[in-house]
């Protein structure tokens, strides 16, 4: 992100946010599809229930962190996401966040790992236990107050970088096996 306005109110930060970047009202929570951008094409994903009721989490940590929606910016948001909590039972997010960190330790590895290091001593906006009508009153100032000088997680990045790893990996190791198992059908 160009530049963190701390005395704004969350909510007016991502609103601000989803203006420049695009996204519609409310970052598209109420689409159909939500949609991956990869240079000049994008890849369309069911909007699940679970995205559209998280995203905002997501989205939130960019203000926090002050990352922007670059593959480099979402792979360090993903890392910091993973140090500073997670996902809980949220399946989904924690599939897009690891992938995304994947991409972030072969691409960006230097800041992917940074990011991850910055959130070892964080809360985010899902841990924190703040509901999400309360955060969006908060300055940007407060909620990056009140979710820092936690105590270290322990969180080792070597085994999170190699989790992650498995995880990018994942989808082009199944995809090339299905590509050899249809080949030889023929």
């Given at each position: 992100?160009?530049?963190?306005?701390?005395?704004?109110?969350?909510?007016?930060?991502?609103?601000e946010?989803?203006?420049?970047?695009?996204?519609?009202e409310?970052?598209?929570?109420?689409?159909?599809?939500?949609?991956?951008?990869?240079?000049?094409?994008s890849?369309?994903?069911?909007?699940?229930?679970?995205?559209?009721?998280?995203?905002?989490?997501?989205?939130?940590?960019?203000?926090?962190?002050?990352?922007?929606?670059?593959?480099?910016?979402?792979?360090?948001?993903?890392?910091?996401?993973?140090?500073?909590?997670?996902?809980?039972?949220?399946?989904?997010?924690?599939?897009?966040?690891?992938?995304?960190?994947?991409?972030?330790?072969?691409?960006?590895?230097?800041?992917?790992?940074?990011?991850?290091?910055?959130?070892?001593?964080?809360?985010?906006?899902?841990?924190?236990?703040?509901?999400?009508?309360?955060?969006?009153?908060?300055?940007?100032?407060?909620?990056?107050?009140?979710?820092?000088?936690?105590?270290?997680?322990?969180?080792?990045?070597?085994?999170?970088s190699?989790i992650?790893?498995?995880?990018?990996?994942?989808?082009?190791?199944?995809?090339?096996?299905?590509?050899?198992?249809?080949?030889n059908?023929?």
């Amino acid at each position: 992100m160009d530049r963190i306005a701390f005395n704004k109110t969350v909510g007016e930060a991502i609103q601000e946010f989803y203006d420049v970047n695009d996204f519609g009202e409310d970052g598209g929570i109420n689409n159909k599809l939500a949609w991956i951008k990869f240079g000049f094409f994008s890849i369309p994903i069911p909007n699940f229930d679970s995205r559209k009721n998280n995203v905002y989490l997501h989205d939130i940590h960019h203000i926090i962190t002050g990352n922007n929606t670059s593959w480099r910016g979402e792979s360090a948001v993903s890392a910091w996401e993973i140090a500073s909590g997670g996902w809980g039972k949220l399946i989904i997010p924690w599939l897009l966040t690891l992938w995304a960190m994947g991409l972030g330790v072969l691409f960006y590895n230097k800041s992917t790992l940074k990011a991850f290091e910055n959130g070892l001593t964080m809360r985010n906006a899902l841990t924190c236990g703040i509901k999400k009508i309360d955060i969006t009153k908060l300055t940007v100032a407060e909620i990056r107050v009140k979710v820092s000088n936690q105590i270290d997680t322990n969180k080792s990045p070597i085994l999170w970088s190699i989790i992650s790893l498995i995880i990018f990996f994942l989808p082009f190791v199944l995809g090339l096996m299905l590509l050899v198992s249809i080949v030889n059908l023929f």
